[in-house]
Nanobody, 128 residues
Framework: QVELVETGGGLAQPGGSLRLTCTAS????????IYWFRQAPGKEREFVAAVTSTFAATGVTYLDASVRGRFVISRDNAKNEVYLQMNSLKPEDTAVYYCYAAPTKLYTGTLPSSGGTWGQGTQVTVSS
């Protein structure tokens, strides 16, 4: 069973940057598509970004329209890590960010499929 830990959250000013890291332990997650979701207070969890398994399609990435052009998702299979580089941050990016290892190699949409593994989340706060 893979375990996921998110790090890199914190406080950033509007226009600033943060890089989140999702680190896997227990086993490699090279064969899993990896997603980032976020949940703001009082709102439902929402899709942010995803990267396919490099076994499936050389790590194709997907980004929600709200973060496209500002966020970048990438993975380093040698380190068993997935990253979310967040630039030009806005107050509306404030949320708890979760890493999710899907039980599939490919991206299957913006709703998390059942049977995967969640991390515990990391808080991102964007405020002046």
């Amino acid at each position: 069973q893979v375990e996921l830990v998110e790090t890199g959250g914190g406080l950033a000013q509007p226009g600033g940057s943060l890089r989140l890291t999702c680190t896997a332990s227990g086993r490699t997650f090279n064969s899993n598509a990896i997603y980032w979701f976020r949940q703001a207070p009082g709102k439902e969890r929402e899709f942010v970004a995803a990267v396919t398994s490099t076994f499936a399609a050389t790590g194709v990435t997907y980004l929600d329209a709200s973060v496209r052009g500002r966020f970048v998702i990438s993975r380093d299979n040698a380190k068993n890590e997935v990253y979310l580089q967040m630039n030009s941050l806005k107050p509306e990016d404030t949320a708890v960010y979760y890493c999710y290892a899907a039980p599939t190699k490919l991206y299957t949409g913006t709703l998390p499929s059942s049977g995967g593994t969640w991390g515990q989340g990391t808080q991102v706060t964007v405020s002046s």
